[in-house]
């Protein structure tokens, strides 16, 4: 079963993204979000870039939150999470 703990947390990422159909789940999924980019696996942390950017879309008021969350990861050891990274907060920018 350990082996199939990064596809769950990939789907978490995922699901914890598509939440903000419900408003009132954002104040509890962005933070998951932002501990989720630490995840060791590069599909849950490239989810969680884009699950983040999509909340502020919803929500700019998390925009400062996901802006200081992401930023590290533009020079992630992982090449896609970082131009991932990279893409969320030139979109982002457009959000302050």
């Known amino acids: 079963m350990s082996g199939d703990l990064p596809m769950v947390c990939w ?3 995922m699901l914890l993204g598509n939440l903000w159909v419900i408003p009132q789940t954002i ?3 962005t933070p998951a979000l932002v501990a989720l980019l630490h995840d060791p696996s590069a599909f849950v942390r490239s ?11 919803l929500a700019p008021t998390y925009t400062d939150t996901a802006v200081r969350a992401n ?3 533009t020079i992630d050891g992982t090449p896609a999470v970082a131009k991932q990274a990279r ?8 959000s302050l």
Do not use: E
Request: proline share 4%.
């Open 11 to 13: 789907h978490l990422t």
């Open 27 to 29: 104040s509890g999924s």
């Open 47 to 57: 989810w969680a870039i884009t699950s983040l950017a999509i909340i502020v879309l």
């Open 71 to 73: 930023a590290p990861l």
């Open 87 to 94: 893409t969320a907060l030139r979109s982002l920018a457009g």
